[in-house]
């Protein structure tokens, strides 16, 4: 475990990562890590029959997906939130290899010991945001900014 935070109880949801020192903006806090799976393989394995509002998968890019299911570290404890602390990062490979891209999360504002750490998840799903998904992905941040759903509006 790192010194930087530690993962117990959230208000948010669930279980949740809070700072356990004051981290400075732009900081790295972890890398988002898990099994590298392709698309294909993340639709087989999880097949939507039995969504509920909860994962702990990542879009790499647009071949792989790092489900944190399987080899997750403490990063899948992060919440979403509407105002978020944190930011996700893509990381190219330097070598270009897509399978070897990064997620980093990385404070965006200066934050204080025993802060929970949040990011904007950015769901974006291809079809319509019916009431139903709505509810589906509801947010909890509590935020004062919260627009109650963790979906994206759909671009263009």
Not at 86 to 114: F, N, P, T, W
């Amino acid at each position: 475990m790192s010194s930087k935070f530690e993962v117990r109880r959230s208000k948010i949801h669930g279980s949740g990562v809070f700072a356990a020192k004051n981290i400075k903006k732009g900081e790295f806090i972890i890398e988002y890590k898990g099994l590298l799976r392709s698309h294909q393989e993340v639709d087989a394995a999880y097949d939507g029959e039995n969504e509920t509002g909860h994962t702990f998968l990542f879009t790499l890019n647009e071949d792989f997906v790092v489900d944190a299911n399987i080899k997750g570290n403490e990063a899948r404890w992060i919440n979403h939130s509407c105002d978020p602390n944190c930011d996700s990062e893509h990381v190219d490979a330097v070598d270009g290899d897509k399978s070897k891209d990064r997620i980093e999360i990385k404070a965006l504002r200066d934050i204080k010991a025993g802060e929970e750490l949040s990011y904007n998840y950015g769901i974006r799903l291809g079809e319509r945001h019916t009431p139903k998904l709505k509810k589906l992905w509801a947010c909890l941040c509590g935020s004062p900014k919260c627009t109650g759903t963790m979906l994206q509006p759909k671009r263009g």
